[in-house]
């Protein structure tokens, strides 16, 4: 387990952070979202009137700009990888986060929040530019029931020193039986990544002691349930109202794959740790945290389902953007037989509400780089029979904007994979090195390298008599 704040040290440690001493003029959420749009690094904004604040923690470049790191480079290296691991290793790890088939033992450990604060203001939670009430993202909520605690992604606003509005997902809300709900801010990068897991895969009744995060998270009792032992901050509070009137306009992005629902939140008491630093997402905005989060699980839930659907494993990975605003998912398999991707594109569309558009390419093709996707698009997929929409009446994706009329719409999926019926004869042969230039110009580099190499190696051993 990797402590949050600890997490924030090795992303200053990798060059993958920026600190900023207050007081800001512009608010963090607007300096979050330039540094997102910019392809920034994470940022960590000192202040000397409530909790340190980071921003683009779980984030990372747009995939159409070439960067040394990955998107999932950061949340790599909170999951315990190396930052340089491969994007299926980060799909396996998030997936081992989550249901396990024999029930892990929990670990416990000591309570890092110990410090009693009086109210949630004096951690001066961030505000945007048009907001009204402070933010609260990235959080985790924590109810327990006869069958153990559950976990899921919350987020809300501060109404006043002991009032919180907070949306979460419906099936959290249902499984409450107490009324007793538990806020943990500042978690350790798997446990944030677990609850989002459970959320998109719509798999919430699953207690945390029945799921691989409890062998990787050190946990602690609360009077909401057990939350990560290394929690920044814990924010423990009553139910007030289930259904309140009022609503935020903005929501997190798991939001547009799974149910979810208000509820007003009377706070009882607040534990934090000496010098808290706190994670927050700009939300809606692009590459946003809980975005990049949200594209993570849903691609290893989806790689996780398909993987071995046939009985082998012909897909390579499975990746939906935060680039795309999760409004494209795109497949590296091979084409097992003619209308294999076909049949690939409707199980992912059954799978998930979050795109409306697959692109199929070939196995060979790396998740790093999108614009080999568009290249192949170009090259391999013929728009009169390689672009297959469905009829106008399929049910309409929840991600993408570009329709605000509440109608359906059509899917489309590319098939940007050499056909499989093709003759070897009309497939483009793979261009090397080696290959790029004519045999003649060939020959007289490698006698010209030859002869220059041989003449090293005698003055070498003229030296050396």
């Known amino acids: 387990m990797i402590p949050f704040a600890q997490y924030v040290q090795g992303l200053a440690s990798n060059d993958e952070?920026?600190?900023?001493?207050?007081?800001?003029?512009?608010?963090?959420?607007?300096?979050a979202a330039e540094a997102l749009r910019a392809n920034g690094p994470a940022i960590?904004?000192?202040?000397?009137?409530?909790?340190?604040?980071?921003?683009?923690?779980?984030?990372?470049?747009?995939?159409?700009?070439?960067?040394?790191?990955?998107?999932?480079?950061?949340?790599?290296?909170?999951?315990?990888?190396?930052?340089?691991?491969?994007?299926?290793?980060?799909?396996e790890t998030i997936t081992r986060l989550g249901p396990a088939g024999d029930r892990p033992e929990p670990t416990y450990d000591r309570r890092a929040a110990a410090r009693t604060i009086d109210g949630i203001r004096q951690l001066a939670l961030p505000r945007d530019a048009d907001d009204v009430w402070p933010a609260l993202t990235l959080g985790v909520?924590?109810?327990?029931?006869?069958?153990?605690?559950?976990w899921a992604p919350v987020h809300g606003a501060v109404i006043g020193d002991d009032t919180l509005r907070v949306r979460t997902p419906a099936a959290l809300s249902s499984l409450l039986d107490g009324g007793t709900v538990s806020v943990a801010l500042g978690v350790p990068p798997a446990a944030v990544t677990?609850?989002?897991?459970?959320?998109?895969?719509?798999?919430?009744?699953?207690?945390?002691?029945?799921?691989?995060?409890?062998?990787?998270?050190?946990?602690?009792?609360?009077?909401?349930?057990?939350?990560?032992?290394?929690?920044?901050?814990?924010?423990?509070?009553?139910?007030?109202?289930?259904?309140?009137?009022?609503?935020?306009?903005?929501r997190e992005a798991w939001e547009y794959g799974t149910e979810s629902t208000s509820m007003a939140l009377s706070v009882e008491r607040i534990l934090a740790t000496e010098d808290p630093v706190l994670p927050f997402s700009p939300l809606e905005r692009p590459l946003s945290d809980d975005l990049q989060l949200t594209g993570l699980v849903t691609a290893a839930t989806l790689y996780d389902r398909i993987d071995d659907y046939w009985g082998i494993s012909p897909v390579e990975w499975v990746l939906v953007p935060a680039a795309a605003e999760l409004g494209i998912c795109v497949v590296a398999t091979n084409v097992l037989y003619a209308g294999f991707e076909w049949q690939l594109a409707n199980i992912l569309f059954a799978f998930s509400s979050l795109?409306?558009?697959?692109?199929?390419?070939?196995?060979?093709?790396?998740?790093?780089?999108?614009?080999?996707?568009?290249?192949?698009?170009?090259?391999?997929?013929?728009?009169?029979?390689?672009?297959?929409?469905?009829?106008?009446?399929?049910?309409?994706?929840?991600?993408?904007?570009y329709r605000r009329d509440g109608e359906t719409g059509s899917r489309l999926y590319v098939n940007a994979a050499w056909d499989p019926r093709w003759d070897d004869a009309y497939i483009a042969p793979r261009v090397a090195f080696d290959r790029s230039f004519p045999a003649s110009v060939r020959d007289d580099a490698r006698r010209l390298w030859d002869t220059r190499h041989d003449g090293a190696a005698d003055d070498e051993n003229r030296d050396g008599a």
């Open 141 to 150: 909520a924590s109810v327990s029931t006869a069958a153990g605690t559950h």
């Open 17 to 31: 952070l920026l600190t900023l001493e207050g007081p800001f003029e512009v608010p963090p959420p607007v300096i």
């Open 355 to 401: 795109f409306d558009t697959v692109i199929v390419v070939d196995d060979d093709v790396s998740p790093r780089d999108l614009g080999r996707v568009l290249g192949d698009i170009w090259v391999k997929a013929h728009p009169s029979r390689d672009w297959i929409f469905s009829e106008p009446s399929a049910p309409m994706a929840d991600r993408p904007r």
């Open 194 to 250: 677990a609850a989002y897991l459970l959320a998109v895969r719509d798999r919430l009744e699953v207690p945390i002691q029945d799921c691989g995060v409890a062998e990787r998270v050190s946990l602690v009792p609360t009077n909401g349930g057990l939350v990560p032992s290394a929690t920044e901050v814990v924010i423990e509070a009553a139910v007030d109202d289930r259904h309140p009137d009022s609503r935020s306009d903005r």
């Open 44 to 91: 960590r904004y000192e202040r000397t009137d409530g909790a340190d604040l980071t921003s683009g923690a779980f984030s990372g470049p747009d995939q159409l700009q070439r960067r040394e790191s990955a998107p999932w480079s950061r949340l790599a290296l909170g999951l315990g990888l190396d930052p340089e691991a491969s994007f299926v290793a980060v799909l």
